[in-house]
């Protein structure tokens, strides 16, 4: 992990709901509030919101007596998030999960999508979700995983890296899909003091209307945009343009349609 993997800012929040939204973390969203199908009231606290795709769909689904706390570290993505979202029930609040700013056994839930990868110390941050977790309540969170599993993905990684020959961009390889082994993830919760731990692979078909769309949020919308413009900040459009041209090759020039998978992990206080 670098400090650039951790920097949604700019235009990016924007790029990345728009392009990657829609084709990734909606279908894991729905995934993750049917998960939650028996929580019917209390207060949740989500981790790592984002621009709040998934806070969108809890908010959608929850009964009106589930309080929500959506948290991010990142305020750009806040900010984003909160023009997509204005309810009476949600709260919005920059924190670092590290150090989550609430009282202990707080919350009847924690959920967290696709943010424990981007933890700098994940037991620190799995013992914080425990903290502010009321006993007996749920952690429930995803990680994408490997690489080789999540087909746009591999593709738009390949052709920038070919673009980079001596020093290849891996942001996607080595934060996304860089926390996939079940056995450290395990080590990691269990050294937070969590026990009975419960995890299943979730496979997605996931829509896209164009080549173009994919690539757009993962090389504008996402900090491999970062990787990119700190090798060369006048090859972002014609980078942008290589990788369309691969994952066309590869799925072809309309609609698209291609495997996503990522692991669920659930564990109780």
Same mark, same amino acid.
């Given at each position: 992990?670098?400090?650039?993997?951790?920097?949604?800012?700019?235009?990016? @929040?924007?790029?990345?709901?728009?392009?990657?939204?829609?084709?990734?973390?909606? @279908?894991?969203?729905?995934?993750?509030?049917?998960?939650?199908?028996?929580?019917?009231?209390?207060?949740?606290?989500?981790?790592?919101?984002?621009?709040?795709?998934?806070?969108?769909?809890?908010?959608?689904?929850?009964? @009106?007596?589930?309080?929500?706390?959506?948290?991010?570290?990142?305020?750009?993505?806040?900010?984003?998030?909160?023009?997509?979202?204005?309810? /009476?029930?949600?709260?919005?609040?920059?924190?670092?999960?590290?150090?989550? /700013?609430?009282?202990?056994?707080?919350?009847?839930?924690?959920?967290?999508?696709?943010?424990?990868?981007?933890?700098?110390?994940?037991?620190?941050?799995?013992?914080?979700?425990?903290?502010?977790?009321?006993?007996?309540?749920?952690?429930?969170?995803?990680?994408?995983?490997?690489?080789?599993?999540?087909?746009?993905?591999?593709?738009?990684?390949?052709?920038?890296?070919?673009?980079?020959?001596?020093? /290849? @961009?891996?942001?996607?390889? %080595?934060? /996304?899909?860089?926390?996939?082994?079940?056995?450290?993830?395990?080590?990691?919760?269990?050294?937070?003091?969590?026990?009975?731990?419960?995890?299943?692979?979730?496979?997605?078909?996931?829509?896209?209307?164009?080549? %173009?769309?994919?690539?757009?949020?993962?090389?504008?919308?996402?900090?491999?945009?970062?990787?990119?413009?700190?090798?060369?900040?006048?090859?972002?459009?014609?980078?942008?343009?290589?990788?369309?041209?691969?994952?066309?090759?590869?799925?072809?020039?309309?609609?698209?349609?291609?495997?996503q998978q990522a692991i669920v992990v659930e564990v109780?206080?």
């Open positions: 992990m670098t400090d650039s993997d951790k920097v949604f800012a700019g235009s990016i @929040p924007g790029l990345y709901d728009r392009y990657l939204g829609p084709l990734l973390f909606e @279908p894991y969203a729905q995934d993750m509030v049917r998960r939650l199908a028996d929580l019917k009231e209390g207060r949740l606290l989500e981790i790592a919101a984002g621009t709040g795709i998934v806070t969108r769909a809890l908010d959608r689904a929850l009964p @009106p007596k589930v309080a929500v706390t959506a948290t991010d570290l990142n305020q750009a993505m806040l900010d984003h998030a909160m023009t997509k979202l204005r309810s /009476p029930r949600v709260r919005w609040h920059q924190a670092d999960a590290l150090a989550l /700013p609430f009282k202990d056994e707080e919350f009847d839930a924690v959920v967290c999508q696709f943010g424990a990868m981007f933890f700098p110390d994940k037991p620190k941050a799995f013992r914080e979700a425990r903290r502010v977790l009321k006993p007996g309540g749920r952690f429930l969170f995803n990680v994408w995983d490997q690489l080789e599993e999540n087909e746009v993905s591999l593709v738009v990684t390949d052709a920038v890296a070919a673009c980079f020959p001596q020093d /290849p @961009p891996q942001f996607l390889r %080595r934060a /996304p899909h860089g926390y996939h082994d079940l056995a450290a993830i395990r080590r990691d919760l269990e050294a937070a003091g969590f026990g009975a731990i419960k995890s299943e692979t979730v496979k997605k078909q996931i829509l896209a209307s164009s080549p %173009r769309d994919p690539v757009i949020g993962f090389c504008q919308g996402s900090p491999l945009r970062n990787e990119i413009e700190a090798r060369d900040p006048k090859r972002l459009a014609e980078v942008t343009e290589i990788a369309t041209r691969a994952v066309a090759a590869r799925f072809g020039n309309g609609p698209i349609q291609c495997g109780r206080k």
